[in-house]
């Protein structure tokens, strides 16, 4: 039996699910693919057990298919791995790529070093003339006359 | 259960099955619908969590066979270049929608006599214009009136516009230098307070649903009223078939609630609002001796003529911060700068362009949408070149009818209830690929003008099935049409279908505004028409 086919239910704590072997390899992997680099740190380092546990706690769905990409009979070469994997399993490389992605950046320091805040609420300010108004853009537009064509002649309406 | 026949049965609970429920529920008929989804409860949303960009990819996705909820029914889509999307639940596909609000322009009504290909509409611009400016004020629209796309006079948008970012602004500018046509895009969205719903926050989520309520769905807009107006909406219930008298007439139906127990709901006039795909499905499957090859199908055309749409992400990136995550999802601006037809480009008909933003760094780390990814070192500056950077115009291009772009039921796929799956065979027409190149080119020209250093094109989204249209078209002619002017099936009196399997032909623009305002007019004839109404004795 492979891993892929390996039945076994989504625990309430998915990382038990990942033994040292796979964890070591999606340690691996991580840093492969996003190593420290620019002023940005490794994914290895930063999708600690909280991060990944994060990621397959909302969206356990992941924790199957990722087993299956981190299993021990794929090698120790993660360039190797990943490019087997696309071509051969691409639904379980793509859970690997989404659960090294989804881990890193959900970190709050490597959030912050990207300058992204998340989602904000900004409220919608109304009561302004807005800039493309002030500017004359809309002007611009109007003064051009109208685009639409009018079906009773084929052609583009004349201006009123 | 019930024993009394409903004045009218909606099937369906989304945009149109809320927005004919209200209006026959105030002028007094007795509604029921039957949804198989649910309603949702706002905190439900993930747009302000961390988690946003990770379930949008599951729980959240926009194609019911990502999601796989039991709610949704299957879709068998190994013959389709597109996906179709959905979403089951009150308000239906409009808690994912993106709420952009474009109305079709007066050549849209007439392509055949215009371009000499596909149909006119039995109905005309003029004709509709009254019903979108009801059904804006309805659902609470957004926008800036005099747009020249348009032909003047009426009402202009009931809200202020939206802000166009500054992504926005750039591309405005842009036009503005090439003397091209742009303008504020109209939203289902609110800018302020209104009919005691909370204005936009801009987070860019509204494909997931939208915590604050800003965005239109029916569960908010419709529902709440059509229900104190004494409207019965049945939630987990799946109509099976519609039931049929040997007069022709339809007598209610058959549906399964979550248990899998068997009820009857017994009607008057029944409303299909299951949109275009769950419509004809449902038609295809009240197939009885009477109606062997489904209901209301003596032309052959129900579920034939399916239109989605073909679209094209075309995306600029910029060396300033555009904080580009932000902003409503319907669309900043848009333009109606090639709409129309001309010949000399080598195809018919056109597209319109809606400018959006660019999700966050999830979505900027994986491969794009246009198939770029980078890993290793250089993966950061990938990032930083792609997050809050960039400009996207989706263009949504006018698709043909075509008989052969069609829904059967699968003989092997069902729903959680063991219904038959509907099975999408649909194919881009060479027309479709020739006016999204033109398309491109000219978008890609719009975003370097605009400043971008890099254009990435995702040609044809094979995830982009969200406009779903023209699978039991109206016309004049029973020969050629399922449904008469007035959304009344030819074959079947007191059957109506109000969703977007009426359209004749697409547009090229997001149909949900249309969509809604021709079933609002279906109701008003209903109401107008009760009293000649045929019913089952
Ligand atoms: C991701 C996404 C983005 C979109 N963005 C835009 C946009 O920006 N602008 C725009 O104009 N349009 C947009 N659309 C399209 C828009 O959502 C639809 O046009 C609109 O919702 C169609 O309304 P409807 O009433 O026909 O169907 P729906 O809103 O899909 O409702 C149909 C309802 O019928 C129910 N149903 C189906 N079959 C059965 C059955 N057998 N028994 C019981 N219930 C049943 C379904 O559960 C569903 O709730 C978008 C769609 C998607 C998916
Ligand atoms: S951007 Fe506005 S409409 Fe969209 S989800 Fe946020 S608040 Fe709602």
Redesign the interface.
Known sequence: MTAQSTPSATPSDPLPTLDPDRRATFTAIAA????A????PSAGDVIGDARLR??LA??P?LVEPLRAALRHELGTDPAARLARLEREEPDHHAAL??VV??G???DAD??ER???P?????????WKV???VE?G??D???A????????AT?R??EP? | MATEPADVLIVGAGATGGVVALRLAQAGFRVVCLEQGDWHDRSEYRGAELDWELTMRKQWATSPNVRALPEDYPIDESDTEVSPLMYSAVGGSMLIFAGAWPRMLPSDFRVRSLDGIADDWPLAYDELLPYYERSDRQFGVSGMGGDPAYPPGGEDPPLPPLPIGAGGLKVARAHARLGWHWWPEPNSILSVPYDGRHPCVQRGTCQQGCGEGAKASTDLTHWPKAIASGARLVTGARVRRLETKAAGLVTGATWLDRDGHEHFEPAKVVVLAANAIGTPRLLLLSASPAHPDGLANASGLVGRRLMMHPFANVGGLFDEDLESWQGQFGCSIESFEFYETDERRGFVRGAKWGLAPTFGPINAALPSRAGTRVWGPDHHLHVRSHLGRGANWGLFGEDLPDESNHITLSPTLTDSSGIPAPEVHYKVAENSRRLLDFHIERASESLREAGAHTVEVDRLMRYSGWHLLGTARMGDDPSTSVLDRWNRAHDVPNLYVVDGSCFVTSAGVNPTSSICAIALRAADHMVESRFNQQVPA
């Open positions: 492969y693919l996003i190593p680099a620019h002023g940005m994060f990621v909302v969206r769905d790529l989404l992605v989804g890193y950046y959900t490597v959030r990207l300058a992204y998340g989602q904000e609420a900004r409220p919608v300010v109304v807005p800039p493309y500017e853009l809309i611009q537009v109007l051009r006359g109208p685009i639409w064509r009018d079906p084929g583009r309406a009123t």
